[in-house]
């Protein structure tokens, strides 16, 4: 079992005797060069080739096909272009070009503070790597974020905003730091109920959720292999239980990877908002499709959230400085 602490260690800095710590940069991002990476998809069992490509200013996260015809094949990284989230969060566009398993890649960029990058991929599905974001956090690590000359975007939470599935729900509530807090409760013995909060800043991401893999039950990766589903799905890419607990042999990496992992998601699947969320998301029981249900519920509510230009740094009073940006922008990312 690995120790948290030793993943990663990001130094704080002290200013006099105040305290600061930084959600990444007030800045926006991009990669410092091209990352290229290759990895079996989940449900093909192929080999996808893909490259994280630098981009502009308010480009966001888009990905691109480059199996498909050249002017049909962006697909923006945005929550209303979410067309299945039943096995992973899947984007559709206009012209039918789609990608699926985005949400470990668009964890690792947000949780990276990285705002602007261009994802070319030669299949409909992001690598699934070891079923976590770790292999994707190294590689912007290794790589490195360079800042650009304009305010990093957030999305100010201005009151509840709560979606509901029977005994599911998420909230999204105001606070002046993002905060992702999860619960979960299964029947099973090597999960039971768990709950964890993270506060996304100063790198917590990369110490305390990146590593945490997918997991699932041996019937139920049976039952997708004979809908021709998962056919990359092994022990080499996710937890897997039966009815006598953890069947892989390295055990876990902590005792709650499993509500880690729900965080990991939570992350990535709200990254589809197109900006840093300043507020607490909690997901009770969630999922995929809660947490864009809950996306769609927040835009359709213009009292609910501001568009703001982050300052960045918090000081122990965890006050974030921002100035109000343009409404008009704030429509745009919607
Ligand atoms: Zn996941």
Same mark, same amino acid.
């Given at each position: 079992m690995l120790h948290r602490a030793t993943i990663g260690d990001f130094p704080r800095e002290t200013a006099g005797s105040i305290f600061i710590v930084r959600i990444y940069t007030r800045m926006q991002t991009?990669?410092?060069? &091209?990352?290229?990476?290759?990895?079996?998809g989940l449900h093909s069992g192929r080999t996808v080739s893909m490259r994280l490509v630098p981009a502009d200013i308010d480009h966001g996260i888009v990905f691109k096909r480059v199996d498909k015809e050249e002017g049909k094949n962006l697909i923006p990284a945005k929550h209303d272009l979410v067309t299945?989230?039943?096995l992973c969060t899947m984007i559709t566009n206009e012209h039918g070009a789609n990608v699926g398993t985005i949400e470990h890649l668009m964890a690792a960029l947000r949780g990276c503070g990285v705002d602007n990058v261009l994802v070319e991929i030669d299949a409909a599905e992001v690598p699934v790597m070891d079923g976590s974001s770790i292999a994707f956090v190294q590689a912007i690590d290794? &790589?490195?974020i360079k800042e650009q000359k304009a305010a990093r975007r957030a999305i100010k939470i201005l009151k509840d905003i709560t979606v509901q599935d029977g005994d599911k729900w998420v909230r999204l509530s105001p606070s002046n730091i993002p905060v992702y807090k999860g619960r979960i409760e299964f029947a099973h013995?090597?999960?039971?109920v768990q709950e964890y909060a993270l506060k996304l800043i100063n790198g917590n991401f990369r110490h305390d959720v990146a590593d945490c893999r997918t997991f699932g039950f041996l019937k139920e990766a049976e039952m997708l292999r004979a809908a021709g589903l998962g056919l990359g799905g092994s022990l080499e890419n996710a937890i897997i239980l039966d009815e006598h607990g953890v069947m892989n042999p390295e055990g876990l990496r902590c005792t709650d990877e499993f509500i880690r992992h729900k965080i990991l998601d939570a992350v990535g699947d709200l990254a589809l908002a197109g900006a840093v969320i300043l507020g607490t998301y909690e997901g009770h029981k969630a999922g995929h499709a809660l947490n864009n249900a809950i996306l769609h519920a927040l835009f359709a509510d213009d009292s609910a959230w501001m568009p703001v230009d982050l300052h960045g740094e918090i000081d122990d009073s965890e006050i974030v400085t921002f100035t109000p940006a343009d409404r008009a922008y704030g429509k745009t990312i919607n």
């Open positions: 991009t990669l410092n060069k &091209t990352i290229e990476l290759s990895g079996i299945d989230t039943r290794a &790589t490195g013995a090597d999960i039971g």
